[in-house]
């Protein structure tokens, strides 16, 4: 099946019937018909304003889960629907837009400096500079699918954090 290909009624069923199905497409998220991607990184925001009141060491141990849950349940999903990485696996937005909004647990910040984030972890997860675009072609799997958010949330997260030093 191509990744571009949206999935069929019997795809959709068979990822929601399972737990890793569910988390792997961002509670439904990535089930958009357009946009999976930004549906999903929107749809992590909710979550996260929970999660930014949270001690840093606690947020923390919550993304290392959630990126351990996420390289299995995205292994779990991708053979399912026999594609390595399609558009409808957007947990990995979710761990990297949560990674891209690490600035604001501890700068000081303006409301709108989540919607930045937001733009910024957007940015890096379609431009993909190296080294996000040698992540995404060589490492396969649940591995896969998530590294390469994550770092495009490490160099959104940088470019957020540089921004608001500027602005003090």
Request: some cysteine; charged content about 10%; overall charge positive.
């Amino acid at each position: 099946m191509n990744a571009r290909k949206s999935l069929s009624a019997v795809q959709r069923r068979a990822l929601l019937a399972t737990p890793a199905g569910w988390l792997a497409c961002g509670f439904g998220s990535g089930l958009a018909p357009v946009a999976q991607g930004t549906s999903g990184s929107l749809a992590a925001l909710l979550p996260w304003l929970l999660l930014r009141e949270l001690p840093l060491p606690i947020y923390l141990a919550v993304l290392l889960i959630g990126f351990g849950a996420g390289v299995w349940a995205c292994n779990v999903a991708s053979r399912a629907l026999g594609v390595a990485d399609h558009r409808s696996l957007v947990w990995d937005e979710f761990i990297g837009q949560w990674v891209a909004l690490l600035p604001l647990l501890v700068l000081p910040a303006p409301w709108w400096a989540i919607a930045f984030g937001f733009v910024l972890f957007r940015l890096f997860d379609v431009w993909k500079p190296w080294p996000i675009s040698w992540l995404d072609r060589r490492v396969k799997g649940g591995m896969g699918v998530m590294i390469d958010d994550v770092v495009a949330g490490v160099f959104a997260a940088a470019v957020l954090a540089l921004g608001l030093y500027l602005l003090r």
